[in-house]
Antibody, heavy 119, light 111 residues
Framework: QLQLQESGSGLVKPSQTLSLTCAVS??????????WNWIRQPPGKGLQWIGY???????HYNPSLKSRVTISVDRSKNQFSLKLSSVTAADTAVYYC???????????WGQGTLVTVSS | QSALTQPASVSGSPGQSITISCTGT?????????VTWYQQHPGKAPKVIIY???KRPSGVSNRFSGSKSGNTASLTISGLQAEDEADYYC???????????FGGGTKLTVL
């Protein structure tokens, strides 16, 4: 059974960079034509797709966040990571990592991790 | 690339049927049969209940069904049960530039 687990700092100061990692277990990040995604959900609000990476390293980001987002993959550790720069309070959210099998179908999700942006 | 439009809330009594709409544009919902519906209980990650507009993953109750007409996709839940009370999100592929769009979410209350 594939499992995803987010980790990283839960508190980030405004203007700094948010960094999260998603560890994948029960399967290889290099296997199959899946994309590995980051999705966030501000408290009490809806879901927003942030971006994805393939095991090849190819990435694609939400145009509204593109200038601040970097997603990378570490195949040796079977994990992928998110960096979001110049954060503000509006970036406070639960951040999820998820596997997409194609066509907007995210079939495996991490449990989510709350990141708060505050001084 | 605005979010897809869903009603903020719907409600129904046990045993009844409800329908949640998801309105997009000709660039997303209307162009692709790649709409997914997610169910999210409080404090949990979303779960796929419908994909590719009408398909149900194994293990998902046949009380859940999906459809699409033009730029609007719909999720119908029949025979409402207390456990169906949750937030529901639609999601559509939106082309190679935008990639994926989510709806704003609909809170289902079972009365």
């Amino acid at each position: 059974q594939l499992q995803l687990q987010e980790s990283g700092s839960g508190l980030v100061k405004p203007s700094q960079t948010l960094s999260l990692t998603c560890a994948v277990s029960g399967g290889s990040i290099s296997g199959g034509g899946y994309s590995w995604n980051w999705i966030r959900q501000p408290p009490g609000k809806g879901l927003q797709w942030i971006g994805y990476i393939f095991h090849s390293g190819n990435t694609h980001y939400n145009p509204s966040l593109k200038s601040r987002v970097t997603i990378s993959v570490d195949r040796s550790k079977n994990q992928f990571s998110l960096k979001l720069s110049s954060v503000t309070a509006a970036d406070t959210a639960v951040y999820y990592c998820a596997r997409e099998i194609g066509g907007s179908k995210f079939d495996y999700w991490g449990q989510g991790t709350l990141v708060t942006v505050s001084s | 690339q605005s979010a897809l439009t869903q009603p903020a809330s719907v409600s129904g009594s046990p045993g009844q049927s409800i329908t949640i709409s998801c309105t997009g544009t000709s660039s997303d919902v209307g162009s692709y049969n790649l709409v997914t519906w997610y169910q999210q209980h409080p404090g949990k990650a979303p779960k796929v209940i419908i994909y590719e507009v009408t398909k149900r993953p194994s293990g998902v109750s046949n009380r859940f069904s999906g459809s699409k007409s033009g730029n609007t996709a719909s999720l119908t839940i029949s025979g409402l049960q207390a456990e169906d009370e949750a937030d529901y999100y639609c999601c559509s592929y939106a082309g190679s530039y935008t990639s994926v769009l989510f709806g704003g979410g609909t809170k289902l209350t079972v009365l």
